[in-house]
């Protein structure tokens, strides 16, 4: 059986680590790998590859630094060529992201079987296009892998046909666990006890008031404890727009990192702030909480629990809460996200 692998984005490169390594130890299940270059600085894609094991792509779309619909179009036009050459039995993607989109349209548009690996996840904001994206793709899929129960009810509610679902758990928990040992840290001089930032997400970035605000919500926590961030591409880009002084600030700016040393920085800093999907579960998985700037989560459950907690953009908001956690003792006391083979749950389905 030949599978085609989507992948193009920081997170899928995660999460497609977990699923190639198990297509290639299971009998007669073959892989194409197909990159469409949406990420595309080393410390965004290449790094993945060599940390994680995930090996060469067999095809390189170099599609990026584009308009959402075109970059969707070019894509799409790119995946199509290759199904037609290669005649895969099925086409997986991963997330929320263009690429993800872009994949889905082309195997609807080939008549290839389509399946979603982290299908059923919700906002319910539509302004983000990630949120179009996920549910776009999840109509046209005939198999959605859910990770939690709450993805499994969200497509349930939206009338999928229940047959087509799997739960499998979450592939990010299976990188987690099995990448732990592995955990480096980074060449970067760090502060000791830091506050690990992470922050790229459009609804963030793009409004320079939005961007000042939580910048200025970040200098404010260092009055009081360290703050570490990982630099994303995009958001370097927002805030050189705004003129902001990235290298005369208290934050601590890094270069993005690999997988195995954000694994350390999520190990030995005290509290999470992000805008990212799956750092929210990392910080879980790392028993750290996570103050989400975002107004809404497709992780509730961590909410439920306590584990994360969501703030918008208010600077007030945001400095108090991260004051309280700090003090918080952490107690993570239940195993959510599946039992770290999700993947293989995933490959079984698949055959
Ligand atoms: N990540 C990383 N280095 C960084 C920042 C994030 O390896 O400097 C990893 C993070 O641990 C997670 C993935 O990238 O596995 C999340 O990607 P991102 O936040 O870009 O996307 P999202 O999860 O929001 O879709």
Redesign the pocket.
């Known amino acids: 059986m030949k599978i085609l692998n989507v992948i193009g984005a ?2 899928q490169f ?1 999460k497609a680590a977990m699923v190639s390594a198990e297509l290639a130890r299971t009998p007669n299940m073959s892989e194409v790998l197909v990159h469409t270059g949406q990420h595309f600085d080393a410390n965004m894609s290449q790094l993945f590859f060599e940390e994680m094991g995930l090996r060469e792509p067999d095809y390189n779309l170099g599609v990026h630094s584009l308009s959402h619909r075109e970059m969707v179009l070019r894509m799409q036009e790119q995946i199509a060529a290759v199904i037609e050459k290669e005649g895969p039995d099925a086409l997986l993607v991963y ?1 929320d992201t263009d690429s993800t989109l872009a994949g889905a349209q082309a195997a609807h548009q080939c008549g290839v079987r389509l399946c979603h690996v982290e299908a059923g996840l919700r906002s319910f904001n539509m302004k983000m296009q990630e949120e179009y994206n996920r549910m776009e793709t999840d109509k046209l899929s005939d198999i959605l892998f859910v990770p939690t129960d709450t993805a499994m009810r969200n497509l349930l509610n939206e009338g999928i046909d229940p047959t087509k679902i799997i739960y499998t758990g979450d592939v ?1 928990k299976d990188a987690a666990l099995y990448f732990a040992p592995k955990a480096r840290k980074p060449h970067a001089e760090l502060p000791d006890r830091f506050v690990l930032t ?1 922050m ?1 997400r459009a609804e963030n970035t793009d409004d320079p008031e939005i961007l000042r605000e939580l910048l200025l919500s970040l200098e404010l926590i260092t009055r009081f404890v360290p703050v570490v961030m ?1 630099l ?1 591409p995009r958001t370097r880009l927002k805030m050189q727009e705004i003129e902001y002084p990235i290298d005369n600030s208290p934050i601590t700016f890094i270069d ?4 195995l040393e ?1 694994l350390y920085l999520l190990n030995h800093c005290r509290l999470v702030l992000t805008d ?4 929210q579960k ?1 910080a879980y998985f790392a028993h750290k909480y996570c103050l989400t700037l975002r107004e809404e989560t497709e992780w509730m459950e961590l909410c439920a629990r306590g584990y994360n907690h969501l703030l918008g953009h208010n600077h007030l908001d945001i400095v108090t809460t991260a004051r309280n956690f700090l003090e918080m003792p952490p107690i993570f006391i239940d195993d959510l996200y599946g039992d770290g083979h999700a993947a293989t749950s995933i490959v079984q389905a698949l055959r």
């Open positions: 920081r997170p995660v997330g990010m992470t790229h990982p994303h993005p990192v690999g997988y954000m990212s999907g799956g750092v990392e």
